[in-house]
């Protein structure tokens, strides 16, 4: 399942995985689309060669569309084409998109259930040299309680085409959050992408780890270094459905390690952490403990810099496991 690259199963680890940028994967999935199917068509609210719908736009630009610093009407033309039988992806920074335009998607995508496809980029600490203002940490909470929603957090560029691509061939509202920052492709073409359905990246019997997002590979570095220097067998679980959260999956992790730990770039309230607590309080409780952006807001700093700072790179996840064992 996993790249070569990162074989967890020896002594020695394999550095140097191949890495892409959400966005590169997201713009380069779009084209791909667009020459595919005539009714696809995109939205964009001033950033589009950032947010890499400009490739789309270039190749088809009657059916691109620049609304400006306008996400509010942004989201009302896409409704409009959806009526008309398009599909349209309304892609901006994910700050922007869907904070700024959240009572329009409530009413005019969620309501309806009209199938428009929202994407927010550079999402999580991937814009962090832009500081607190920049990063978005609450999207998903936001997307997350709107009926008829699927929510998507692709763990890599990979994900990010299947996702794109699912989306687009399944009728209704989805919200895809994406990242800016090049990550290690942790998963290949072969590896499955299935609606709903969450991936056992490595097995184990002592604790579940499930995760969304690019994250996700920090999950996997600190379960080899729990396994070298502790002994300890951590599940990987990555979660990139949000909702529906595959609960199956999950549910039969904990029952056989009878301890989990949420993993996410996003506040702990609403997001993965959030989902994840409500299906164990209903479905099956044991000790949990979410790993996240505990309420606060972000700074400026390198995406490595601020994952270490914020207690989410690998080597802070062995901390936080080998205490929460303990206890």
Known sequence: MLNNQLNLNTEIFIPGPEKKSGRDSFGEALLSLGENNPNIVVLGADLMESTRINYFADKFPKRAIQMGIAEQNMIGVAVGLSLEKKIPFAVSHAVFNPSNNWAQIRMGVALSNA???????????????????????????LMRVLPNFTV???????????????????????????????????????????YGKALVLKEGKDITIVSSGPITYEALLASRELKLKYNIEAEVIASPFIKPLDKETIISSI???????????????????????????????????????????????SYEELKDKYGLSGHNIVNKVVTFLKV
Not at 116 to 138: C, L, M, Q, R
Not at 164 to 174: D, E, R, V
Not at 268 to 286: C, D, K, S, T, W
């Open 115 to 141: 199938n428009v496809k929202i994407v927010g980029t550079h999402s999580g600490f991937s814009n962090g040299k832009d500081g607190g203002v920049a990063e978005p940490f609450e999207d998903i909470s």
């Open 152 to 194: 998507i957090e692709p763990i890599d560029g990979v994900q990010v085409v299947k996702a794109a691509k699912m989306s687009a061939s399944l009728y209704g509202p989805f919200y895809i959050r994406i990242s800016k920052e090049s990550t290690p492709l942790i998963t290949t073409e072969d590896t499955p992408f299935e």
């Open 255 to 301: 029952r056989k390690t009878g301890k989990v730990i949420s993993l996410e770039e996003h506040q702990i309230e609403g997001g993965l952490g959030g989902a994840l607590a409500e299906v164990i309080v209903e479905e099956y409780p044991v000790r949990m403990m979410r790993l996240g952006i505990k309420g606060v807001f972000g700074e400026s700093g």
